[in-house]
């Protein structure tokens, strides 16, 4: 029984091929290349993606520039007109307030030579003998950088490391459970393969023992000896390499606490970049609340407005009062400028011939009769001849803002 037990052992047992030493350094090569590979992929992933954004908004801002650089020349100078306008779009422009992106933005005239619009330069004043309508249509080139330290390139940065870091503690998390099931495999061998030769050491002891109070030994005994002798040094050479083995997977363990010291230190890099994002994000909120309580405070002024013209239609049945007249005295701002203004409204409506009428507006087209009549000592209301009654009030303002309504009245329609 002891030559069967000791002879069938050494064949199963040799027939499965030690594990080779280089798969561990394998591993460990495959691992870092990972690593490499993932940052190489980040890297280009940030840098591509920031220069597609910039393509994209290029082509927005170009077709924005090209559609706010249609203006009409009858309004006044064109360049003036551009200048304002573009202003106005890259002002507005959240890309631009918010991402903080820089747009350089050069309008040409159709004669190809003059220079109408040049973002960050002051540009010379064109001869008064310049033709407005020659000058147009214009045509745009525009040019958008995103800096890498504005706040659209940081969001760009955020994600892509969010996305690396994860990528990073998942992979190392899968190589870490690796690792440790074959390490507990392996020491589940070492210690089947120890007590097995545990179990040939007894046998032979005790073959030994029978030996040595038996017959002499024959030629068969002799081969069985030999036979377990050499699967013993086959066993101990087998629980070498698995304590080899073992050895390595350990040092693929520290290895991986390492990787994970690195994963919480891109943690850490990244909490910090996440709440610089939330405080400019509370920026923004706080932006969009200053918006909506302007919004809320124009939709109040519109509906006094509103309630202002219903009362001065049933008041003041000789007046026609515009919206914009409606709207200056809202925005008189003084309760006792406001009476006045509608004391001086209701004089022009009930006694005009004995009204305080300053003079008629001069510096206006031909084409309009506007006049002026004087309240509260610098207020000032504009009227004409109305359509469907006596007289029509077309604005009412102050000294300080005569330039703002002079303007607005000489772009009035012919027949107002």
């Not at 909120?285 to 809320?296: F, G, P, S, Y």
């Not at 202002?308 to 049933?314: D, N």
């Not at 009476?339 to 005009?352: G, M, N, T, V, Y």
Request: proline fraction near 3%; glycine fraction near 8%; charged fraction near 25%.
């Amino acid at each position: 029984m002891a030559n069967e037990t000791a002879g069938g052992s050494p064949s199963a047992d040799t027939a499965q091929p030690p594990a080779p030493r280089a798969a561990a350094a394998l591993e460990r090569l495959a691992s870092f290349r990972f690593a490499y590979l993932a940052i190489v992929v980040f890297l280009l992933a940030y840098v591509f993606t920031l220069r597609g954004l910039e393509r994209g908004l290029t082509a927005h801002f170009a077709r924005a520039v090209t559609s706010a650089a249609q203006v009409d020349a009858k309004r006044g100078p064109v360049a003036e007109q551009v200048d304002a306008s573009l202003r106005a779009l890259l002002v507005r422009s959240a890309w631009v307030r918010v991402g903080q992106i820089r747009v350089q933005a050069v309008v040409i005239a159709a004669d190809g030579r003059t220079l109408l619009f040049a973002s960050g330069g002051k540009l010379p004043a064109l001869p008064a003998s310049a033709d407005g309508a020659g000058l147009l249509p214009a045509s745009a080139d525009v040019q958008v950088a995103i800096p890498y330290n504005s706040l659209l390139a940081n969001a760009v940065l955020i994600v892509y490391a969010g996305l690396l870091v994860a990528t990073l503690a998942l992979h190392t998390r899968r190589l870490a459970r690796r690792e440790l099931v074959a390490l507990r495999a392996l020491t589940s061998a070492r210690d089947a393969v120890a007590e097995r030769a545990g179990g040939i050491e007894r046998e032979l002891e005790g073959v030994r023992a029978r030996l040595a109070s038996a017959l002499p030994e024959t030629a068969a005994q002799q081969q069985e000896i030999a036979a377990l002798g050499e699967e013993r040094e086959a066993l101990y050479a087998r629980l070498g390499e698995l304590e080899a083995r073992e050895d390595a997977l350990r040092r693929g363990s520290a290895r991986a606490g390492e990787l994970e010291s690195e994963r919480q230190a891109l943690e850490q890099l990244l909490d910090e970049a996440s709440r610089e994002l939330e405080s400019k994000d509370g920026e923004i909120a706080e932006l969009r609340t200053q918006i909506k309580q302007a919004a809320k405070n124009a939709a109040r002024s519109a509906r006094d407005a509103e309630a202002l013209g219903r009362r001065f239609t049933a008041l003041y049945k000789q007046l026609e009062i515009d919206e914009r007249a409606l709207a200056d005295i809202g925005e008189l701002g003084d309760e006792s400028l406001r009476l006045r203004a509608e004391e001086a409204i209701k004089k022009l409506c009930d006694e005009p011939d004995n009204a305080l009428v300053r003079r008629k507006v001069g510096g206006l087209p031909p084409h309009l009769a506007i006049f002026e009549l004087g309240f509260a000592g610098k207020g000032r209301i504009y009227y004409t001849q109305g359509a469907a009654r006596r007289f029509r009030v077309l604005a009412i303002g102050a000294k300080n803002s005569q330039n703002a309504d002079l303007d607005y009245l000489s772009r009035l329609p012919k027949g107002t």
